[in-house]
């Protein structure tokens, strides 16, 4: 084997061993400077966890992961972000494919005003799928991996919105789930959400990091240590500690991320 | 004495409000009189039935077809123009234009209403009816296609602008789920928005019929004053709203039965506005419970 070829391939080795990266990433809207310079390799079928106080830049650094910043106004990036290996902000990229493989879970319950079935089968839909028997095959197990199923199946043409705020959420993640993604972003999904609805999406995302690369931002901490593998610690635009949520939690290196968890601010 | 002056604001501010309900009770009495003191000497049957519109002429037909066909054709045509251009002027502005364009333009369009419709008027008989004469040839000076047309381009911004309103209203996180699911543009503002706003684009829609229907000047000037039971849009028709015109300015005598016209078409233009307005209302009202 020549050297080049060795080192491609050591090379693309670890481009798999991490799902997604980000380097020396910087974000502005406008003026304003939301993201400082942040460098971070996630691993995937893990759940990273993205903690850190209001405004300090962990949901527009999530957004960056399938490019939902490109419409806002104003908004403007440095650096690169690479999905295995691939650098998703490069012309060639088809940014409606990237999301079809990045999905993404949001902080409201957000169905279509649509049937229950019709917003599972969208994202299937708008790629042009229409063979009944497979919709139906494919709704039908994108319900029951969320425990959704026994719950609508009855109800599959009633519209989504008269399921209860809960219900929406597992909605909205089987309809993220249908298209068979890679990675699931979720941003703060249980913050609308009662305390048993919040458990049941908490088990929900334990048993599909088997399947998926799971990044969630969320300002619960008991959740962040309940449910992930590794966590981040966001401060001011600026990633101040990543490492094993464990150890995030209970050995802190830096004291900003010690502060932070005692609760002595944010 | 402070009690007094709240008691004297107070009733001032009924009395407005009953000055408006006792104008409009007033319009449909006087309208609802005069029409069924010319029903008692025309049949009711006649005037729906009768294909003729000839109350000035010595051999008197009172068939309230011709001046039907003619709003309902001139309506059309308009309609027909200004929903396609205004609902895609509206997805425009509402999902495509940048922020500071969707700001300046809707401004300039919704300006388009403010034209004075005789200055429509002209516009359709001075040029848009030379301009279409030159492809179809043996149009008539006056005809209903010209005036329907600029009629459309005047309830254009009737339908771009509160579609857009309509659109602008669906919460952003339906658009952020559309694309997050890995819609195009398109896909998002054709599969998610419309239908999601697709209530306030129908009240939109029924406004702009309801301004067309009653639109009365540029009819007046552009379609001709002839009668006639017809679908053609090549010649010279007649609208309700035009008819009324033509014998109010005219020299026919008050109290007359050729005066007593007006009154009846005025309450067949009524039933079809009145319609209309209900229809909008409801679905508004529908529309209201669902985002609350």
């Known amino acids: 084997m020549s050297k080049d070829k060795k080192e491609s391939v050591i090379e693309s080795s670890i481009k798999r061993k991490y799902k997604l990266q980000a380097n020396d990433v910087k974000v502005w809207y406008d003026d304003f400077m939301a993201i400082k310079g942040i460098s971070m390799d996630i691993k995937p079928n893990k759940v990273t966890a993205f903690i850190g106080p209001s405004g300090c830049g962990k949901s527009t650094f999530l ?16 650096g690169e972000i690479n999905i295995d290996g691939s650098n998703i902000n490069d012309k060639d990229i088809n940014v409606e494919l990237l999301r079809k493989q990045v999905g993404m879970v ?6 279509f005003p649509k049937s229950i079935f019709e917003n599972v089968a969208y994202g299937l839909k708008i790629q042009g799928l229409k063979d009944k028997a497979f919709l139906e095959e494919r709704v039908e197990s994108s319900l029951k991996q969320v ?25 909205c993640i089987a309809r993220t789930l249908a298209v068979e993604p890679s990675i699931i972003l979720m941003d703060e999904p249980t913050s609308a959400l009662d305390p048993i609805s919040t458990a049941k999406i908490e088990e929900l995302i334990y048993k599909l990091k088997d399947k998926y690369t799971i990044v969630i931002v969320t300002h619960n901490m008991q959740q962040a240590s309940r449910i992930s593998d590794n966590t981040a610690f966001f401060y001011l635009g600026e990633l101040i500690e990543y490492d094993k949520t464990n150890k995030i939690f209970t050995n802190p290196e830096k004291e900003q991320t010690e502060n932070y968890i005692t609760g002595r601010f944010g | 004495m402070r009690k007094l002056k709240e008691l004297v ?19 449909v009495l006087v309208l609802s009189i005069e029409a069924i003191n010319f029903f008692s000497e025309v049949s009711i049957i006649d005037f729906i039935t009768d294909p003729e519109w000839t109350p000035l002429f010595s051999d008197k037909h009172f068939g309230i077809l011709p001046l039907l066909s003619g709003t309902l054709l001139t309506s059309f045509i308009a309609i027909a123009f200004a929903v396609p251009v205004g609902l895609s002027i509206s997805i425009y502005l509402s999902e495509y234009a940048p922020k500071s364009f ?67 209203a669906v919460p952003n996180s339906l658009r952020e789920a559309a694309y997050g699911m890995g819609s195009t543009r398109l ?15 129908i009240v939109s829609i029924i ?13 007046a000037i552009a379609a001709g004053q002839q009668p006639r039971l017809t679908f053609d849009p090549t010649v010279p028709v007649e609208t309700i709203t035009a008819y009324i015109v033509q014998v109010s300015l ?29 229809i909008s209302y409801r679905i508004r009202k529908k529309f209201q419970e669902k985002y609350e």
């Open chain 1, 63 to 78: 957004r960056l992961f399938n490019r939902m910043n490109d419409y806002v106004d104003g908004f403007k990036m440095e």
């Open chain 1, 106 to 111: 949001f902080q409201k319950p957000n169905p």
């Open chain 1, 147 to 171: 425990a959704l199923w026994d719950e609508v199946k009855d109800d599959l043409n009633k519209s989504a919105l008269a399921l209860s705020g809960g219900q929406q959420q597992r909605l």
């Open chain 2, 9 to 27: 604001i107070e009733r001032g501010l009924l009395l407005s409000a009953l000055i408006t309900i006792a104008v409009t009770v007033g319009i």
């Open chain 2, 102 to 168: 969707r700001r300046t333009i809707k401004p300039l369009l919704e300006l388009l209403a403010a034209v004075p419709t005789v200055v429509y008027g002209f516009f359709a008989l001075m040029v848009v009816t030379p301009f279409l004469q030159s492809f179809i040839p043996g149009m008539s000076s006056f005809n209903s296609l010209s005036a329907g047309l600029v009629m459309g381009i005047m309830i254009i911004p009737y339908i771009s602008s509160l579609s857009e309103d309509a659109l602008h």
């Open chain 2, 187 to 201: 896909q998002n503002s054709f599969k998610v928005m419309v239908p999601a706003a697709s209530s306030g684009i």
């Open chain 2, 207 to 219: 406004l702009a019929i309801s301004r067309a229907i009653g639109e009365t000047m540029i009819v």
């Open chain 2, 250 to 278: 005219g020299d026919v005598q008050h109290d007359s039965l050729e005066y007593k016209t007006i009154f009846a078409a005025g309450i067949t233009l009524f039933v079809f506005t009145f319609l209309l307005n209900t």
